[in-house]
C-alpha cells in the first residue's frame, strides 16, 4: 500500500506544487506526480512513509485554496470489503470501537496498525462489499471525542501482507482485565458479536424423545451440530409446552432446531398424536418490532419467501420480567428450517445494532460496566443467563467501572419522583412488582408513604401549571443497579400511559451531595452546571439558599428523559469523586497512615 491518491487538487496545481509540500514536509516520494484534473497519485518508498503523508497532509495542508485529501490509491476493482481506519482516539476501548463497527455488519477481521501517531488505526475486513461501502460512507468524517475518523479502501491482496498488527496492546488502547478473544494485537477476530441462543418451546410430552434414553439422543444432537442446548425440563412446572435453549453458531442453532422438529414429528407418529406440531421460536419483545417491520413487510417476506404462515403473541401476554414474545410458524419442517434461520437472522441482527448502540452509550456514560447492566437477553457473556431469566444483580458480579478504578462500585442514593397516580403500577400486586424489580436491579427501592410537592422537595417554586402530587422513590445501590432500576422506572411509566404516545418520559430525579461540593457541581459562575446541561441535555439546577440537612447535604435536583439523567448522574457522580479523592489525606510513602518513628540508633 504505497501508491497514494491526492483528491481535492486544484486545477492550477502543477507536479512540481505538489513536490514542494512534501519536500516541506519531509515525505520521500519513489516516483514523479501523476497529476490529473483534480487529482493526482505518487509512489512512496514504503506503507509507513505513505501512512506518514496520509496522517500530515490529509485535510490539513492547503494548495491554492482547497485542501489536499490524501489516501491510498486502490483500484476500484480491488476496493471490496477491507477499509482502513485513522485517528481513532488514543484512549478510545475495543468495546467501543467493536460495537461501532459491528452497526455496519460483519467485521471477520481488525487488526491494529503499528504507525508514529498518536491516535490509532485499525484495518478492517467487513463480511461484504456493501457493509465495507456503508461503514465507509457513515464513518468517514465521523466525529469520535473530537476526533473525526478517516476511512479509506485497502487492496485486499496487500493488506495483511503489507502491514502486520502488533505484537501486543498499543500504547492508548486502555485494555480491561485479561485479554479476550480480539483484543489488540491477537491478530484475526473470527466474529465480534456475541452468540444469540436460540430458544424454542417444544410441548411437554416430547421432551423424553428429545432427551433419549440415558441423554444420549440430546448428546448425539449436541455432538452434531456442535451446539450446547439446556432443556428447561423444571421451569413452569405442569406447563404444557418446556423451553429449549440452543447455543451454538447460527448453522449450528438452525441444524439442532431440524434434528429437534425431526424428532418430535417421528415420536408424533409413534404415539399417534395428530395434532399440528408448529415451530415456537421465543424472542426478546426489543427485536420483534423490528422482524415485523414497517407495516408487517419484513414478517410477510419471511412467510412468502419460506412458504410458511407466522404468528406472533400478542403484547398483552408479556411481563417485564418474562419479556419474550413467541413467534409461531407452520408449515413443512423444511419450511419452518428456513423460516427460523430468516427469524434469527433478523433477531440477530437486531441484537447486534443494540449491542453496538449500549456500546456508544456506555462511552458516553462513563461509570457503568455494560456487563453488569444485563440489559440484553441471553447468550452474551455477563448478560443475564437466558431469555426471560433475571441477571444476577450487578452488585453479585463485582461489576466496576470500565472508566474507573476497579472494586466493588459505591452504593449511591437518588430520590427519584413519579406521579402519585402511578405508585400502584410499580408497587404491583401485594407487591410483587417492586419485589422483582428490586431483585432484577440489584438496589434496594423503597416509596415514600406521603405525597410530595416539587416545593417541597427542594425548596424552590414549582414551574406554573405542573402537577406537584408525586411520589418520592428512593434507590439505592451501585451505578448499575441505578441505570436497571430507573430504566425500568421510566419504561414502566410509558407502558401504563402515565405519559402521551408521543410524549417523551421526562422525570425528576435528586442527588445529595456535601454541601461544601456543591460549588463543584455549580462551577464559576455557573460554568459546570451550564456544561452539564449543555453535555446531557438534561435540567440540572442546584437550588440557592437550601438549607444543608443534619448530614450537611444539599439537594441537585436533575429533570430529563432516561439517558440525560443518567448521563447527568453519573458527570456529576464523577464530580463528587473528585472532591472525595481531594479531601483525603495523602498517603505516606509507606501508604498505611502516619510514618513510623525510626528506630534509634544504639
Known amino acids: 500500500m504505497n501508491k497514494l491518491y491526492i483528491g481535492n487538487v486544484s486545477e492550477e496545481a502543477s507536479a512540481e506544487d505538489l513536490e514542494t509540500i512534501f519536500e516541506q514536509w519531509k515525505i520521500p516520494h519513489s516516483g514523479p506526480f501523476l497529476v490529473k484534473t483534480g487529482y493526482a497519485f505518487v509512489d512512496c518508498p514504503d506503507e509507513k512513509i505513505a501512512m506518514k503523508a496520509i496522517d500530515i497532509l490529509s485535510g490539513k495542508v492547503d494548495l491554492h485554496g482547497k485542501l489536499l485529501e490524501v489516501e491510498h490509491s486502490v483500484p476500484k476493482r480491488q476496493r471490496s470489503c477491507k477499509l482502513q481506519i485513522r485517528n481513532i482516539p488514543p484512549h478510545m476501548q475495543w468495546e467501543v470501537l467493536d460495537g461501532m463497527l459491528a452497526q455496519y455488519g460483519t467485521v471477520e477481521n481488525c487488526e491494529q496498525v503499528n504507525t508514529d501517531t498518536d491516535t490509532a488505526v485499525v484495518n478492517v475486513r467487513y463480511g461484504a462489499k456493501d457493509q465495507a461501502r456503508q461503514a465507509m460512507e457513515k464513518l468517514n468524517g465521523f466525529l469520535m471525542e473530537n476526533f473525526a475518523l478517516k476511512v479509506s479502501y485497502i487492496p485486499d491482496e496487500m493488506a495483511t501482507a503489507d502491514v502486520p498488527p502488533l505484537g501486543g496492546g498499543r500504547r492508548g488502547f486502555v485494555p ?4 479476550r478473544s480480539g483484543s489488540p494485537g491477537l ?9 444469540v441462543p436460540l ?4 410441548p411437554t410430552q416430547f421432551v423424553g ?4 434414553k440415558e441423554g444420549a439422543t440430546i448428546r448425539n444432537i449436541t455432538k452434531q451440530t456442535h451446539s450446547k442446548i439446556d432443556i428447561h425440563r423444571k421451569e413452569n412446572a405442569g406447563a404444557a409446552e418446556k423451553p429449549i ?5 447460527p448453522e449450528g442453532c438452525s441444524n439442532a432446531c431440524r434434528t429437534i422438529m425431526e424428532i418430535m414429528q417421528k415420536e408424533a407418529l409413534d404415539t399417534k398424536f395428530t395434532e399440528e406440531i408448529p415451530l415456537k421460536i421465543l424472542a426478546h419483545n426489543n427485536f420483534v418490532g423490528r422482524l415485523i417491520g414497517k407495516e408487517g413487510r419484513n414478517l410477510k417476506k419471511i412467510e412468502v419467501d419460506t412458504e410458511t404462515k407466522i404468528t406472533i403473541s400478542p403484547l398483552q401476554d408479556l411481563t417485564l420480567y418474562n419479556p419474550e414474545r413467541t413467534i409461531t410458524v407452520k408449515g413443512s419442517i423444511e419450511a419452518c428450517s428456513r423460516a427460523e434461520e430468516e427469524v434469527m437472522k433478523k433477531v440477530r441482527e437486531s441484537y447486534e445494532n443494540d449491542v453496538a448502540a449500549m456500546n456508544l452509550q456506555s462511552n458516553l456514560i ?3 460496566n455494560l456487563n453488569a447492566l444485563g440489559l440484553f437477553p441471553g447468550g452474551a457473556p455477563g448478560m443475564g443467563p437466558s431469555m426471560g431469566h433475571n441477571a444476577p444483580p450487578p452488585g453479585a458480579q463485582g461489576g466496576y467501572s470500565s472508566f474507573g478504578g476497579q472494586g466493588q462500585p459505591e452504593s449511591e442514593t437518588v430520590h427519584l419522583f413519579i406521579p402519585a397516580l402511578a405508585v400502584g403500577a410499580i408497587i404491583g400486586k401485594q407487591g410483587q412488582h417492586i419485589k422483582q424489580l428490586s431483585r432484577y436491579a440489584g438496589a434496594s427501592i423503597k416509596i415514600s408513604a406521603e405525597e410530595v410537592s416539587v416545593v417541597d422537595a427542594n425548596q424552590v417554586a414549582p414551574p406554573e401549571g405542573m402537577d406537584t402530587k408525586q411520589r ?3 434507590i439505592a445501590g451501585p451505578p448499575e443497579a441505578q441505570f436497571k432500576a430507573q430504566g425500568r422506572i421510566f419504561g414502566k411509566l410509558k407502558e401504563e400511559n402515565f405519559f402521551g404516545p408521543k410524549e417523551e418520559v421526562k422525570l425528576e430525579a435528586h442527588i445529595k451531595v456535601p454541601s461544601f461540593a456543591a460549588g ?3 462551577g464559576k459562575g455557573g460554568k459546570t452546571v451550564n456544561e452539564l446541561q449543555n453535555l446531557t441535555s438534561a435540567e440540572v439546577v442546584v437550588p440557592r439558599d437550601q438549607t444543608p440537612d443534619e448530614n450537611d447535604q444539599v439537594i441537585v435536583k436533575i429533570t430529563g428523559h432516561f439517558y440525560a439523567s443518567q448521563l447527568a448522574q453519573r458527570k456529576i457522580q464523577e464530580i463528587l469523586s473528585q472532591v472525595r479523592r481531594q479531601q483525603q489525606p495523602k498517603p505516606s510513602p509507606r501508604g498505611e497512615g502516619p510514618p513510623l518513628p525510626r528506630p534509634s540508633r544504639k
Open 176 to 179: 480491561r482485565g485479561p485479554p
Open 187 to 195: 491478530g484475526a477476530r473470527p466474529k465480534l458479536q456475541s452468540e
Open 199 to 202: 430458544r424454542i418451546l417444544v
Open 209 to 212: 424423545a428429545i432427551i433419549g
Open 245 to 249: 435453549t440452543v447455543h451454538s453458531t
Open 366 to 368: 462513563p461509570g457503568l
Open 472 to 474: 418520592m422513590v428512593i
Open 520 to 522: 463543584r457541581v455549580i
